[in-house]
């Protein structure tokens, strides 16, 4: 789909229940001051569309925020973002499909001669079932729609998208002159009796109530895998969604309370008692409820009344093709993680489409749809997505931590107080909602609409508890070895607190690799766990892999022969996935290692990689020290070594990792820093003071030096690397604010330095991870 396509799909989520549904009910909470819930509701939603914006573009996937939330916070969020994310998708849905139900019999009504309001037909059917009816049908259609496929999906939200805005460009302009040309129109906003009848909680209680209305950018987001360059395009279409349908909103709730007069007829419409001078416009809207501005319409606009059902009838249709569209996304990518059944995950060989997920959600939306009222389902599904938005600004300034090399088309600037303030703003909106929807809970109010939306919350949530606990959990326990199950285990782990993966796969590079890894074994008392994987394309089931693992099985020996000789104790594994990356990465998380040897051959020639795809997922993505090294194979013996440094915890483990093959080598050990070119007396002393404090972490029985070189400071490493045989350099913090593994400096010594080269960095540990968290640099 194209940025336009996703646009629309986007413009069709928002353009829904906000409009024509929910108007009539939120002017009769807020009043005039409607206008301004929905331009404040614009501002907080713009807080949280950021973050969809910047983590859509980086993660195009099936799944949204679910996806994000379970990458970058601990379970059972991540479950609950998805449980989350798909009954509120569901029952928004559901929403939809009772306003659609509810305008095409009204719209029968107008239409059908005989036919009147409450009718029922047969003397068995009557209005209220019809509209239930009606409501399950358009929820199978657009299930059908869905399974046919995206291209199908774009089509249709396009045409229906398009032609609403048409029909709402005709009510606002109808509407503002009506407005405008009525006498003393302004008392209706100001006299009524006041701009904000219910004040404060009046206004945040409408914000509350139709914030679903703004929620079409997580629908923008599920399309992620389906989009022409969604890197570019996603950021876009969330933008310009949310500018082109905060102004029709306000428009909207502008010309509906100020283009409507009172009279005895719309009074009776509504079904309440009274005279005119008892109304006021927005009173006459909160009971008309979701046929608010349809009644509106019929008095400004020619033909209003079935021009605006029609219109709404698209909006409604939209709305549901987008909602269908995200629902069945969200669970059929829970089912692709295994933490909902497998069904989920199947997709239909001839369109290739998840027709069970879509089933499933389908059959969901029917029973909301059949079962709660409309305002309920409103409410419902307001708490859902308020959560939900909540998890994913949490998330993003978590990944800005965690995952600081993502690929970011689009960031979010000014971090982190974007999302920090967008988390402020939906738990404002949170309490408010509660109290204007839930007041029968409490023993006050009239009906029970809320009630009912807290009680379904409720529901759900502790439903979800039982499927996490009861089957997530475990499913998502036995994920790693299925991903990458253990085909061999030549010996067992020998139990040390210290152990360093070496994956290899080439055996040039395997031996240096190896004696590598001996010394830090040795250094730490440790142990060493050689992995070979066995890769198989995705199509391919894992088990089919395991005809290839006796052309890995000659090399894993050989390679443990070099630590039985060198007296380290040693395990094998071979393993078998779909990604090299993914097996290591599972493999550390599994046996809880402390570090891993990468080799590497040199500048990777894509350019969305740095070293590798498989080196730049482990770098990234390891929960323990990393060590890359490019090898030269000219080095037979190692006597002098050179450790580069700028500070920090890497570079300590730089010299850690130079310590090591010194106490096997005997090597001589240089550290040094380098000053900018013409540095003054007070720059070489405090470089001086940082090599003197790196040496003092240093074993009295290395042999140690002091550098301080003069001039850039890549040339001069370079430079200097020529009179060594090792170079090891530690990660430096521009690593974080660039699209890079290690960082520049020490990527570009990899690259040109001469000799063997090894790049470290090491794994936050619990301390350095609550300073970077609560301290913003």
Request: hydrophobic residues 50%.
């Amino acid at each position: 789909m194209s940025l336009f396509d996703i646009t629309f799909i986007g413009v069709g989520a928002m353009i829904g229940a906000g409009v024509f549904a929910l108007t009539g009910f939120a002017a009769g909470i807020a009043g005039p001051a409607l206008t301004i819930a929905f331009i404040i509701n614009g501002f907080v939603a713009l807080f949280t569309a950021v973050s969809y914006a910047e983590l859509g573009a980086a993660f195009p996937e099936a799944g949204g925020g679910y996806l994000w939330v379970k990458e970058a916070l601990r379970d059972p969020n991540g479950f609950y973002a998805g449980w989350m994310s798909w009954f509120a998708h569901a029952v928004a849905c559901s929403l939809y499909a009772v306003t659609f139900g509810t305008f095409f019999t009204v719209l029968a009504v107008y239409a059908i001669p005989g036919l009147s309001n409450h009718f029922v037909l047969f003397g068995v059917l009557s209005q209220h079932w019809a509209e239930k009816i009606v409501a399950v049908l358009v929820v199978i259609a657009f299930a059908y729609i869905n399974y046919r496929g995206a291209e199908e999906t774009g089509k249709a939200g396009v045409v229906v998208t398009g032609l609403k805005l048409l029909i709402l460009g005709v009510f606002i302009v109808f509407g503002v002159r009506a407005t405008l040309t009525a006498p003393q129109w302004a008392g209706k906003f100001l006299s009524s009796p006041m701009f904000a009848p219910n004040g404060v909680f009046g206004i945040i209680g409408a914000m509350g109530f139709t914030y679903i209305a703004f929620e079409g950018y997580e629908i923008i987001v599920q399309s992620g895998e389906e989009v022409v360059d969604p890197g570019t395009n996603i950021p876009k279409a969330v933008f310009y969604s949310l500018a082109i349908v905060i102004p029709i909103y306000v428009l909207v709730a502008f010309v509906s309370i100020g283009g409507i007069t009172v009279n005895q007829h719309i009074i009776d419409l509504a079904g309440v008692a009274g005279t005119p001078a008892d109304w006021t416009t927005w009173q006459i809207l909160g009971e008309l409820g979701e046929l608010g501005i349809i009644r509106a319409a019929g008095q400004f606009v020619p033909y209003g009344v079935p021009l605006l059902l029609f219109a709404g009838l698209a909006a409604t249709v939209s709305a549901l093709n987008a909602t269908v569209y995200s629902s069945s996304r969200v669970s059929f990518a829970m089912g692709r993680d295994r933490v909902l059944p497998p069904v989920f995950d199947n997709v239909h060989p001839e369109k290739r489409t998840p027709h069970i997920a879509i089933a499933i959600s389908a059959v969901i939306i029917v029973v909301m749809a059949i079962a709660l009222p409309i305002e309920s389902v409103a409410a419902a599904a307001d708490i859902m997505f308020i959560l939900l938005f909540v998890q994913v600004n949490w998330t993003l300034i978590r990944m800005r931590k965690t995952h600081p090399d993502l690929p970011r088309t689009y960031e979010v600037p000014y971090m982190p107080w974007p999302p920090l303030i967008g988390i402020v703003l939906q738990f404002l909106l949170t309490p408010f909602l509660v109290y204007e929807l839930g007041l029968q809970a409490i023993g006050i109010g009239t009906s029970n609409e809320g009630l009912i939306a807290l009680v379904t919350t409720i529901v759900w949530m502790g439903l979800g508890l039982v499927v996490y606990y009861g089957y997530s959990q475990a499913k998502e326990e036995e994920q790693l070895e299925e991903e990458t199950p253990t085909v061999v285990v030549e010996q067992e782990p020998a139990d040390r607190e210290y152990q360093i993966v070496v994956p290899v796969a080439n055996p040039e590079t395997a031996e240096q690799l190896m004696h590598t890894a001996i010394d830090m074994a040795r250094e730490n008392d440790g142990e060493i766990l050689a992995l070979s994987v066995v890769t198989v394309p995705q199509q391919t089931p894992l088990d089919e892999g395991r005809e290839f693992v006796d052309d890995e099985r000659e090399l894993l020996v050989q390679t443990m022969e070099i630590a039985e000789d060198a007296d380290v104790p040693v395990s094998g594994t071979i393993k078998i996935g779909h990604q090299v990356s993914t097996a290591i990465l599972n493999t550390i998380e599994q046996h809880d290692s402390d570090a891993v040897i990468l080799g590497w051959r040199g500048r990777s020639r894509r350019r969305d990689f740095v070293l590798g795809s498989n080196v730049d997922d482990v770098v990234t993505g390891a929960k323990c020290d990393v060590l890359v090294e490019r090898i030269d194979e000219t080095v037979q013996d190692i006597e002098r070594i050179l450790v580069p440094t700028a500070g920090g915890p890497h570079a300590k483990l730089a010299a850690e990792v130079a310590q090591a093959i010194s106490h096997t080598t005997h090597a001589h050990v240089d550290v040094a820093h380098v000053v900018e070119p013409d540095g003054s007396e007070a720059d070489h002393a405090d470089a001086e003071e940082l090599v003197d404090t790196l040496v003092s972490t240093l074993a009295d029985d290395v042999t140690v030096g002091t550098r301080v070189l003069e001039g850039n400071v890549v040339d001069e490493i370079v430079d200097a690397s020529g009179e060594y045989d090792v170079t090891v350099i530690g990660s430096s913090r521009e690593g974080l604010l660039q699209q890079l593994v290690f960082g520049a400096v020490p990527e570009a010594v990899g690259e040109r330095a001469k000799g063997t080269v090894i790049m470290v960095k090491r794994h936050g540990t619990f301390r350095s991870w609550l300073s970077r968290w609560f301290t913003w640099k």
